[in-house]
């Protein structure tokens, strides 16, 4: 075996490497299904917005089952197992996902601003097609990248530790096109989707605060729901970024140092690190997916009391698989007072709220 693939911790820091490997997968693999499956058995198509949601579920699943298990598999090895062909198929998985997983984030940094009005209800309303697109393109984007190092430009190889592989980060002075592999890659596929993140939910931020300075009555209970998604959507892409800081971090290290220079254990800490986000993701979202899917069913009921009482009197009358009853809108009404402060619907029957997204 080559002395590049043997790791280059002591067995007992392998060890437990690859059990904490194997908590984060069992914990993404269950966490992302358990979204997929949600998704799947909702009554309803998925809003646009959501299906970022579902795409970055996908990614972080994909992540779990098509990395990990070679990764804990060589931990508990000692080396790395498979040589070449496993550590380029290791490597292509890792730059498709987190490729995928970082520009799908900035992605719902931007639809979230989109559709996030002044004040709330006047936002953009993106259709499916267009989202499904977009995902389309983002998937594109992100095989295309991981291709450039087999057609010639930029390489692979194993991580300074001996139990990973991605991009050849070591190898930034060696050739001019290596360094520029990597120099455009940190640019487009990390900095910059950072910065369309950090921007994106500035903007949201600055845009929120001006609504609600002139925001109406009915609007209120809207706005809040907004904000919450808005909430989730800004930790997701918060969590992600904290988690692969250090490891990005590492990598510009290693860019300018020889690798005798990078301890293996500074090296491998941060990539366990990063491997954590495809559980922050599921986490985040089910604690958020409860409360505001909560707020939106009752805001949804109390709209069907409101077309209820506008119709001609229907006992049981159905709209969109809920049932809305007379004796329900009493009950309906003043737990949406004490959720809002007071706040009923506008005058002549208007919705507090309209159904938004998640994502």
């Given at each position: 075996m080559?002395?590049?693939?043997?790791?280059?911790?002591s067995?007992?820091?392998?060890?437990?490497?690859?059990?904490?490997?194997?908590?984060i997968?069992?914990?993404?693999?269950?966490?992302?299904?358990?979204?997929?499956?949600s998704?799947?058995?909702?009554s309803?198509?998925?809003?646009?917005?959501e299906?970022l949601?579902?795409?970055?579920?996908?990614?972080?699943?994909g992540?779990?089952?098509?990395?990990?298990p070679?990764?804990?598999a060589s931990?508990?090895?000692?080396a790395?197992?498979?040589?070449?062909?496993?550590?380029?198929?290791?490597?292509?998985?890792?730059?498709?996902?987190?490729?995928?997983?970082?520009?799908t984030?900035?992605?719902?940094?931007m639809?979230?601003?989109?559709?996030?009005?002044?004040?709330?209800?006047?936002?953009?309303?993106?259709?499916r097609?267009?989202?499904?697109?977009?995902?389309?393109?983002v998937?594109?984007?992100?095989?295309?990248?991981?291709?450039?190092?087999?057609?010639?430009?930029?390489s692979?190889?194993?991580?300074?530790?001996g139990?990973?592989?991605?991009?050849d980060?070591?190898?930034?002075?060696?050739s001019?096109?290596?360094?520029?592999?990597?120099?455009t890659?940190?640019?487009?596929?990390t900095?910059?989707?950072?910065?369309v993140?950090?921007?994106?939910?500035f903007?949201?931020?600055?845009?929120?605060?001006?609504?609600?300075?002139?925001?109406?009555?009915?609007?209120?209970?809207?706005g809040?729901?907004?904000q919450?998604?808005?909430?989730m959507?800004?930790?997701?892409?918060?969590?992600?970024l904290?988690?692969?800081?250090?490891?990005?971090?590492?990598?510009l290290?290693?860019?300018?140092?020889?690798?005798?220079?990078?301890?293996?254990?500074?090296a491998?800490?941060?990539?366990l690190f990063?491997?954590?986000?495809?559980?922050?993701n599921?986490?985040?979202?089910?604690?958020?997916?409860?409360s505001?899917?909560?707020?939106?069913?009752?805001?949804?009921?109390?709209?069907l009391?409101?077309?209820?009482r506008?119709?001609?009197?229907?006992?049981?009358r159905r709209?969109?698989?809920?049932?809305?009853k007379a004796s329900?809108?009493?009950?309906?009404?003043?737990?949406a007072d004490?959720?809002?402060?007071?706040?009923?619907?506008?005058?002549?029957?208007?919705p507090?709220?309209?159904?938004?997204?998640l994502?």
């Open positions: 080559e002395d590049k693939y043997v790791s280059k911790l067995p007992a820091v392998d060890f437990w490497a690859g059990t904490y490997l194997i908590i997968a069992v914990l993404s693999i269950f966490g992302n299904t358990a979204i997929l499956v998704a799947a058995r909702r309803g198509p998925l809003k646009a917005p299906l949601t579902v795409n970055l579920a996908v990614t972080d699943l992540m779990a089952l098509s990395m990990y070679l990764s804990i931990a508990f090895n000692h790395w197992i498979g040589g070449d062909a496993s550590c380029l198929y290791y490597s292509l998985m890792g730059m498709i996902f987190s490729i995928t997983s970082i520009v984030l900035a992605v719902m940094g639809v979230r601003y989109l559709v996030t009005g002044n004040p709330p209800r006047r936002g953009l309303r993106l259709q097609k267009t989202v499904s697109m977009v995902i389309g393109a998937w594109l984007y992100s095989g295309l990248w991981a291709l450039f190092p087999l057609l010639g430009w930029g692979y190889g194993p991580e300074p530790f139990l990973a592989c991605s991009i980060w070591s190898s930034y002075g060696e001019l096109n290596r360094s520029t592999f990597i120099m890659l940190s640019v487009l596929c900095f910059l989707p950072c910065l993140i950090f921007f994106t939910y903007g949201i931020a600055w845009k929120l605060r001006r609504a609600y300075q002139s925001i109406r009555s009915s609007d209120f209970q809207h809040k729901v907004e919450k998604i808005t909430l959507a800004a930790m997701i892409s918060s969590g992600f904290f988690s692969w800081t250090p490891y990005v971090a590492v990598s290290w290693s860019m300018f140092r020889s690798r005798e220079h990078i301890p293996p254990l500074v491998l800490l941060p990539c990063a491997k954590s986000s495809t559980v922050y599921p986490f985040i979202y089910f604690i958020f997916q409860r505001s899917w909560r707020e939106l069913l009752r805001l949804h009921r109390h709209l009391c409101c077309w209820h506008a119709s001609p009197p229907a006992e049981g709209l969109r698989g809920e049932v809305a329900d809108c009493t009950v309906l009404e003043s737990g004490g959720a809002s402060g007071g706040q009923r619907a506008a005058p002549g029957g208007e507090v709220s309209q159904m938004m997204p994502g």
